[in-house]
C-alpha cells in the first residue's frame, strides 16, 4: 500500500514524464514538429499521415511511403489536426458537484474520488460492483493496460469494449473456423490481384476511400467484384454484379451459392480432403437451399445467383471479405461462418490473393482485441478461462495466479446490468461513448442513470461524460505514443507530434495513476508507452497473437510488423494459413449452418425493416467527427433513406422529417428519397445523439457466440 506522499510523488513524475518523450521540434519553436510521420486517429485502415506546423495550425498530409494508403486519405483524416486545438476541448478534470453541476476540479481531488468511490463499492458489494468499458480506438498499449488494471488494480471480472459492438462476430467465426483471428490474413496489395472479389456487407467507397485504390487496380487487372448489400451503395454501385439481399438472409444466400457451386462440380475436393474437416455435415446441410428457394428468402434472383457462383467457381483467386453488414446480426457469427464455408470449399484460405477475410472498421479493433480489454481474454489472445493462459499471464504480471478473475459479462450484457442488485454500481468508460453506440441507447442510459458511479475519460464532453460523476481530460492521438493494429495485423507505431496541454493526462497515465491510489502502484510502475508495450510482448508470448519479437524500431524499420512474429529475428508473418491452421487438427473446421430469421421482421404493426451504417464525414458515435467544421458542413444531421414507393405511402417528401418507431423507442429523422434502398427498408446512419440517434431504435437480440446485437436489422 502506498503512503499519501508517495501517490503525490507519482503523479508528479507522470506530469514530468509526459514532458520528457522525444518530439521533434524545430529549434527555438517549442511544440512545432518539423514533420511527425503518424496515423490516423480514425478507422482499421490506420493511413500514414505526417502532421506538421505549429499545434494551434498543425497540417496533414498523406504518407506516400507507407504501404496501405500510399498517400491518401479520406475527409476524416485531411481534418483530423482541427480537434487538437477545438475550444469544446476538455481541459481540466470536472466533478459534479452537491448541486449536480459538473465543475472543474484538480487532478488530485478528481482521482481521489475516483479511487475512493471504487474502494467502497467493491467493500460493500464485491469487487465485481466495478466495471470498466473500453474501446477499439486505444492502442495495444492502453487496452493492455485496461485489462490488467481490470483484473490486478480491481481485480474485477467486468471488463469489456466497444468491439463487441463492431467486429466481434467476425472475430468468433475466424476462431471457429480456422483458429485463430486476424482480420485480413493477408496483406491488402492482394486485394488488387485477386480475380474475383466478394464483398458482403461493406460500403468500403465511403467507410475507407483510400482502400479503394486496390479495388481500381484489381479492376484495371480485369477482375471482377460481386457486392452483397441490401443498399446500393457507393460502392455497389462499381460492382460487377450486386446482390441486393434482403436484411437478415446472409446464411441463406451464402448457403445457396455453395449449393451451386457443388450442384455445378466446382469445390476443390483435394483441398477438402487434405485441409479441412466438417465437409460432410456441410455438404448435407446445403442440400435444401436450392437456388428457387434462396431467391424466396432473400429476394435474390435466382439468375444472380447462378451468375455470382460461376464467377466465383472459375476464378483462379478469389477473395470473400465480410463486413459489419452480414456481421452485425443476432446470426452475425452463423452468417460469417457460411461465407468462410465457401471460401473452405473452393479452397481458397491460404492460397496466393486468395482466402476470406474481415474488413476491421475500429482504429484498432484488431489489437483492441487480442490484448485482454475483452471479458473473456487475457494479452495474446489468450483465453481468460484456460489455466495454461492464466499461469503465464499471471507469471508476467506477478500475481497469484488464483487471484485473476474469470470471464465477466459482455458488452451489452454489462450495460444492461448497471445499477441492478449483483450487477455493476461503479463504472469506468474510456474511449467510448455508448450512450450514443450501444443498441436500444434508452435503456442503455437508464441504466447508465442507475448506477451509483460513473467516470469518462476522454477529450470531449460527449453525451456518456455528460452523465458522469467524474470526467477526467484525456491527451489525443497526436498527443501520446503508442502501437495500433490495422486491419491487416500490422502493428504500427502512433508517434507523439505535440505535447498534450500540461492540463490533461494520458489514458495511461490515469490508470498507473489511479492503480497506485487502489495500492497497485507496484503493478503499473510504467515510465512510457514503451515498457508498456515491452511488458505486452511479453504477455503475448506464444499466444495466438504473438508480438513477443515486435520491437518500436522493428516497426519503424519495416512500416509496421505482421503478427504472429514470435522472436525479434523473425519478420512478422504477412500471410497466414499457408500450410497448416492453428486448429487441433491443424485443419480448418467448416461449420453446417441453418438459416434463421432475424429476431424481428416486419409485421402489421413495424412493416419495415431498418437497417443502420456509417456515412464517409462522420465516425462511429460522433463525438470527434461532429465537432468537426468540415464534417459538420458535409453531414450535418442524419437522414433516414427511404425508397420513392415507400415514401409515397407514408406521404412522405425530402426534406420532410419523420418519426421512427420500433419496440425500443422513437427517433426523428429528416428524409431522403433515394432508390438506392430496397422498397422494404429503411437506412440511417448511427453517428448522432439525443433525438437523432437511431440507437434508440435498434435491437439488442445478441448473437448466442459473439454476443453482437442486431444493429443491421
Ligand atoms: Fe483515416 Fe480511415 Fe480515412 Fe484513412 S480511411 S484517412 S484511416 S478515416
Same mark, same amino acid.
Given at each position: 500500500?502506498?503512503?499519501?506522499?508517495?501517490?503525490?510523488?507519482?503523479?508528479?513524475?507522470?506530469?514530468?514524464?509526459?514532458?520528457?518523450?522525444?518530439?521533434?521540434?524545430?529549434?527555438?519553436?517549442?511544440?512545432?514538429?518539423?514533420?511527425?510521420?503518424? =496515423?490516423?486517429?480514425?478507422?482499421?485502415?490506420?493511413?500514414?499521415?505526417?502532421?506538421?506546423?505549429?499545434?494551434?495550425?498543425?497540417?496533414?498530409?498523406?504518407?506516400? /511511403?507507407?504501404?496501405?494508403?500510399?498517400? !491518401?486519405?479520406?475527409?476524416?483524416?485531411?481534418?483530423?489536426?482541427?480537434?487538437?486545438?477545438?475550444?469544446?476541448?476538455?481541459?481540466?478534470?470536472?466533478?459534479?458537484?452537491?448541486?449536480?453541476?459538473?465543475?472543474?476540479?484538480?487532478?488530485?481531488?478528481?482521482? /481521489?474520488?475516483?479511487?475512493?468511490?471504487?474502494?467502497?463499492?467493491?467493500?460493500?458489494?464485491?469487487?465485481?460492483?466495478?466495471?470498466?468499458?473500453?474501446?477499439?480506438?486505444?492502442?495495444?498499449?492502453?487496452?493492455?493496460?485496461?485489462?490488467?488494471?481490470?483484473?490486478?488494480?480491481?481485480?474485477?471480472?467486468?471488463?469489456?469494449?466497444?468491439?463487441?459492438?463492431?467486429?466481434?462476430?467476425?472475430?468468433?467465426?475466424?476462431?471457429?473456423?480456422?483458429?485463430?483471428?486476424?482480420?485480413?490474413?493477408?496483406?491488402?496489395?492482394?486485394?488488387?490481384?485477386?480475380?474475383?472479389?466478394?464483398?458482403?456487407?461493406?460500403?468500403?467507397?465511403?467507410?475507407?476511400?483510400?482502400?479503394?485504390?486496390?479495388?481500381?487496380?484489381?479492376?484495371?487487372?480485369?477482375?471482377?467484384?460481386?457486392?452483397?448489400?441490401?443498399?446500393?451503395?457507393?460502392?455497389?454501385?462499381?460492382?460487377?454484379? =450486386?446482390?441486393?439481399?434482403?436484411?437478415?438472409?446472409?446464411?441463406?444466400?451464402?448457403?445457396?451459392?455453395? =449449393?451451386?457451386?457443388?450442384?455445378? !462440380?466446382?469445390?476443390?475436393?483435394?483441398?477438402?480432403?487434405?485441409?479441412?474437416?466438417?465437409?460432410?455435415?456441410?455438404?448435407?446441410?446445403?442440400?435444401?437451399?436450392?437456388?428457387?428457394?434462396?431467391?424466396?428468402?432473400?429476394?435474390?434472383?435466382?439468375?444472380?445467383?447462378?451468375?455470382?457462383?460461376?464467377?466465383?467457381?472459375?476464378?483462379?483467386?478469389?477473395?470473400? $471479405?465480410?463486413?459489419?453488414?452480414?456481421?452485425?446480426?443476432?446470426?452475425?457469427?452463423?452468417?460469417?461462418?457460411?461465407?468462410?464455408?465457401?471460401?473452405?470449399?473452393?479452397?481458397?484460405?491460404?492460397? $496466393?490473393?486468395?482466402?476470406?477475410?474481415?474488413?476491421?472498421?475500429?482504429?484498432?479493433?484488431?489489437?483492441?482485441?487480442?490484448?485482454?480489454?475483452?471479458?473473456?481474454?487475457?494479452?495474446?489472445?489468450?483465453?481468460?478461462?484456460?489455466?495454461?493462459?492464466?499461469?503465464?499471464?499471471?507469471?508476467?504480471?506477478?500475481?497469484?495466479?488464483?487471484?485473476?478473475?474469470?470471464?465477466?459479462?459482455?458488452?451489452?450484457?454489462?450495460?444492461?446490468?448497471?445499477?441492478?442488485?449483483?450487477?455493476?454500481?461503479?463504472?469506468?468508460?474510456? !474511449?467510448?461513448?455508448?450512450?450514443?453506440?450501444?443498441?436500444?441507447?434508452?435503456?442503455?442510459?437508464?441504466? $447508465?442513470?442507475? $448506477?451509483?458511479?460513473?467516470?469518462?475519460?476522454?477529450?470531449?464532453?460527449?453525451?456518456?461524460?455528460?452523465?458522469?460523476?467524474?470526467?477526467?481530460?484525456?491527451?489525443?492521438?497526436?498527443?501520446?505514443?503508442?502501437?495500433?493494429?490495422?486491419?491487416?495485423?500490422?502493428?504500427?507505431?502512433?508517434?507523439?507530434?505535440?505535447?498534450?496541454?500540461?492540463?490533461?493526462?494520458?489514458?495511461?497515465?490515469?490508470?498507473?495513476?489511479?492503480?497506485?491510489?487502489?495500492?497497485?502502484?507496484?503493478?503499473?510502475?510504467?515510465?512510457?508507452?514503451?515498457?508498456?508495450?515491452?511488458?505486452?510482448?511479453?504477455?503475448?508470448?506464444?499466444?495466438?497473437?504473438?508480438?513477443?519479437?515486435?520491437?518500436?524500431?522493428?516497426?519503424?524499420?519495416?512500416?509496421?510488423?505482421?503478427?504472429?512474429?514470435?522472436?525479434?529475428?523473425?519478420?512478422? /508473418?504477412?500471410?497466414?494459413?499457408?500450410?497448416?491452421?492453428?486448429?487441433?487438427?491443424?485443419?480448418?473446421?467448416?461449420?453446417?449452418?441453418?438459416?434463421?430469421?432475424?429476431?424481428?421482421?416486419?409485421?402489421?404493426?413495424?412493416?419495415?425493416?431498418? #437497417? #443502420?451504417?456509417?456515412?464517409?464525414?462522420?465516425?462511429?458515435?460522433?463525438?470527434?467527427?461532429?465537432?468537426?467544421?468540415?464534417?459538420?458542413?458535409?453531414?450535418?444531421?442524419?437522414?433516414?433513406?427511404?425508397?420513392?414507393?415507400?415514401?409515397?405511402?407514408?406521404?412522405?417528401?425530402? !426534406?420532410?422529417?419523420?418519426?421512427? /418507431?420500433?419496440?425500443?423507442?422513437?427517433?426523428?429523422?429528416?428524409?431522403?428519397?433515394?432508390?438506392?434502398?430496397?422498397?422494404?427498408?429503411?437506412?440511417?446512419?448511427?453517428?448522432?445523439?439525443?433525438?437523432?440517434?437511431?440507437?434508440?431504435?435498434?435491437?439488442?437480440?445478441?448473437?448466442?457466440?459473439?454476443?453482437?446485437?442486431?444493429?443491421?436489422?
Amino acid at each position: 500500500m502506498m503512503l499519501p506522499g508517495e501517490r503525490h510523488v507519482l503523479l508528479q513524475s507522470h506530469e514530468e514524464m509526459l514532458l520528457r518523450q522525444p518530439v521533434t521540434l524545430q529549434p527555438g519553436r517549442a511544440n512545432r514538429p518539423t514533420r511527425v510521420a503518424t =496515423h490516423c486517429p480514425y478507422c482499421a485502415l490506420q493511413c500514414g499521415m505526417q502532421i506538421s506546423g505549429p499545434r494551434e495550425q498543425a497540417a496533414v498530409t498523406g504518407n506516400e /511511403t507507407f504501404p496501405v494508403n500510399k498517400g !491518401g486519405l479520406c475527409v476524416k483524416g485531411w481534418n483530423a489536426a482541427e480537434l487538437l486545438d477545438h475550444p469544446e476541448r476538455l481541459l481540466h478534470p470536472l466533478v459534479r458537484d452537491s448541486g449536480g453541476t459538473l465543475v472543474p476540479a484538480s487532478w488530485d481531488e478528481a482521482l /481521489t474520488r475516483v479511487a475512493q468511490a471504487f474502494q467502497d463499492l467493491q467493500q460493500r458489494y464485491g469487487k465485481d460492483a466495478v466495471g470498466l468499458f473500453g474501446s477499439g480506438s486505444l492502442t495495444n498499449e492502453k487496452a493492455y493496460l485496461l485489462g490488467k488494471f481490470a483484473r490486478v488494480a480491481l481485480g474485477t471480472s467486468q471488463v469489456d469494449y466497444n468491439g463487441r459492438f463492431c467486429m466481434a462476430s467476425s472475430a468468433a467465426a475466424s476462431n471457429i473456423a480456422f483458429g485463430l483471428d486476424r482480420g485480413l490474413p493477408f496483406p491488402v496489395e492482394d486485394i488488387s490481384q485477386a480475380e474475383v472479389i466478394v464483398l458482403i456487407g461493406s460500403n468500403a467507397a465511403e467507410t475507407m476511400p483510400p482502400l479503394m485504390q486496390y479495388f481500381e487496380a484489381q479492376r484495371t487487372n480485369g477482375g471482377k467484384l460481386i457486392v452483397i448489400d441490401p443498399r446500393t451503395t457507393a460502392t455497389a454501385r462499381n460492382a460487377t454484379l =450486386h446482390l441486393r439481399l434482403t436484411p437478415g438472409s446472409d446464411a441463406a444466400l451464402a448457403n445457396g451459392l455453395l =449449393h451451386i457451386l457443388a450442384r455445378d !462440380g466446382f469445390l476443390d475436393t483435394d483441398y477438402i480432403e487434405t485441409r479441412t474437416e466438417g465437409f460432410a455435415a456441410v455438404k448435407a446441410s446445403i442440400a435444401t437451399y436450392w437456388p428457387e428457394r434462396v431467391e424466396r428468402i432473400t429476394g435474390v434472383p435466382e439468375a444472380s445467383l447462378v451468375q455470382a457462383a460461376r464467377m466465383l467457381g472459375r476464378a483462379q483467386s478469389a477473395l470473400i $471479405l465480410t463486413a459489419r453488414g452480414g456481421e452485425q446480426q443476432s446470426q452475425g457469427v452463423n452468417n460469417t461462418l457460411a461465407y468462410i464455408n465457401i471460401a473452405l470449399a473452393l479452397g481458397l484460405v491460404g492460397r $496466393l490473393y486468395s482466402g476470406y477475410g474481415c474488413l476491421t472498421g475500429q482504429g484498432n479493433g484488431q489489437g483492441g482485441r487480442e490484448h485482454g480489454q475483452k471479458a473473456d481474454q487475457l494479452p495474446g489472445y489468450r483465453k481468460i478461462s484456460d489455466p495454461a493462459a492464466r499461469k503465464h499471464v499471471a507469471a508476467v504480471w506477478g500475481i497469484d495466479e488464483e487471484t485473476l478473475p474469470t470471464a465477466g459479462k459482455s458488452a451489452y450484457e454489462m450495460l444492461s446490468s448497471l445499477g441492478h442488485e449483483n450487477g455493476v454500481r461503479g463504472l469506468f468508460v474510456l !474511449g467510448s461513448n455508448i450512450a450514443v453506440s450501444a443498441p436500444r441507447a434508452l435503456y442503455v442510459q437508464e441504466r $447508465l442513470r442507475a $448506477l451509483d458511479f460513473l467516470v469518462v475519460a476522454d477529450f470531449f464532453l460527449s453525451e456518456t461524460a455528460q452523465m458522469a460523476d467524474v470526467v477526467l481530460p484525456a491527451a489525443q492521438w497526436a498527443e501520446e505514443e503508442g502501437t495500433m493494429t490495422n486491419l491487416e495485423g500490422r502493428v504500427i507505431r502512433r508517434k507523439r507530434a505535440y505535447a498534450p496541454p500540461v492540463t490533461v493526462r494520458t489514458d495511461s497515465e490515469i490508470l498507473c495513476e489511479l492503480a497506485a491510489r487502489l495500492g497497485k502502484g507496484a503493478y503499473f510502475a510504467f515510465t512510457s508507452p514503451r515498457e508498456i508495450f515491452d511488458e505486452l510482448r511479453r504477455a503475448s508470448a506464444q499466444g495466438l497473437a504473438d508480438y513477443s519479437g515486435i520491437t518500436y524500431q522493428k516497426i519503424e524499420g519495416q512500416q509496421g510488423v505482421f503478427w504472429p512474429c514470435p522472436s525479434e529475428d523473425h519478420p512478422g /508473418t504477412r500471410r497466414l494459413f499457408q500450410d497448416t491452421f492453428p486448429t487441433p487438427s491443424g485443419r480448418a473446421r467448416f461449420s453446417a449452418i441453418r438459416h434463421q430469421d432475424p429476431a424481428e421482421t416486419p409485421d402489421a404493426e413495424y412493416p419495415l425493416y431498418l #437497417t #443502420t451504417g456509417r456515412l464517409l464525414a462522420q465516425y462511429q458515435s460522433g463525438t470527434q467527427t461532429r465537432r468537426v467544421a468540415r464534417l459538420r458542413e458535409m453531414a450535418p444531421h442524419p437522414q433516414v433513406e427511404i425508397h420513392p414507393t415507400t415514401a409515397r405511402q407514408y406521404g412522405l417528401s425530402n !426534406g420532410d422529417m419523420a418519426h421512427l /418507431t420500433t419496440r425500443r423507442g422513437s427517433a426523428l429523422f429528416m428524409v431522403k428519397v433515394t432508390t438506392t434502398i430496397r422498397e422494404d427498408t429503411v437506412f440511417v446512419p448511427f453517428h448522432w445523439g439525443g433525438r437523432q440517434s437511431v440507437n434508440r431504435l435498434t435491437n439488442p437480440a445478441l448473437d448466442p457466440t459473439s454476443r453482437m446485437p442486431e444493429f443491421k436489422v
